[in-house]
T-cell receptor, first 109, second 113 residues
Framework: GQNIDQPTEMTATEGAIVQINCTYQ??????LFWYQQHAGEAPTFLSY??LDGLEEKGRFSSFLSRSKGYSYLLLKELQMKDSASYLC??????????WGAGTKLIIKP | SQTIHQWPATLVQPVGSPLSLECTVE??????LYWYRQAAGRGLQLLFY??????ISSEVPQNLSASRPQDRQFILSSKKLLLSDSGFYLC????????????FGEGSRLTVL
């Protein structure tokens, strides 16, 4: 079966750096997405990786290793507004999105 | 630019009552449209997707149904709600850019009592 694993919850301190990992086992691979979801709201797109390596977008970066079935989302200079759930999703060979359950990130002052 | 709207935002329904959630997309034609459900603390579950008017694919057997009466309108329905239908329902469409990521409507929180 297809599976995406990410930690259920993480805690970090304002101003610090946090890395959220995602490992996947899917039928084929056509890209990996990270979304941010604040409580009670819809997910919003953060980043997309289809080739190995690091994609940087401001305070957020996302890394992909296809051979290891692994990605991480790196958040720098954490702000209180970064408290949210972060969802990892992989597009498989049928172009269907497989979703992880999300990582709830708690930022403490 | 593309926009997507869904309503109602919140509803509380008794078991056995009907349901209708509506989603509309603007700024694009012939979009792929999706209905997802998100239970508390769980990932997104794809319920239905549609590639065109009257074309609906169901991903999971359930008492829900979907219809696409117009190109940019997608409706999620039920004739008789179950307790297990409670959740956060999200309509989504694909961004027309290179990556094709999904972007979502505001969501509809359904509580079945």
């Amino acid at each position: 079966g297809q599976n995406i694993d990410q930690p259920t919850e993480m805690t970090a301190t304002e101003g610090a750096i946090v890395q959220i990992n995602c490992t996947y086992q899917t039928s084929g691979f056509n890209g990996l997405f990270w979304y941010q979801q604040h409580a009670g709201e819809a997910p919003t797109f953060l980043s997309y990786n289809v080739l190995d390596g690091l994609e940087e977008k401001g305070r957020f970066s996302s890394f992909l290793s296809r051979s290891k079935g692994y990605s991480y989302l790196l958040l720098k200079e954490l702000q209180m507004k970064d408290s949210a759930s972060y969802l990892c999703a992989v597009r498989d060979s049928n172009y269907q999105l497989i979703w992880g359950a999300g990582t709830k990130l708690i930022i403490k002052p | 630019s593309q926009t997507i709207h869904q309503w109602p935002a919140t509803l509380v329904q008794p078991v056995g009552s009907p349901l209708s959630l509506e989603c509309t997309v603007e700024g694009t034609s012939n979009p792929n449209l999706y209905w997802y459900r998100q239970a508390a603390g769980r990932g997104l579950q794809l319920l239905f997707y549609s590639v065109g008017i009257g074309q609906i694919s169901s991903e999971v057997p359930q008492n829900l149904s979907a219809s696409r009466p117009q190109d940019r309108q997608f409706i999620l329905s039920s004739k008789k709600l179950l307790l297990s239908d409670s959740g956060f329902y999200l309509c989504a469409t694909e961004w027309s850019g290179d990556t094709g990521e999904l972007f979502f409507g505001e969501g509809s929180r359904l509580t079945v009592l």
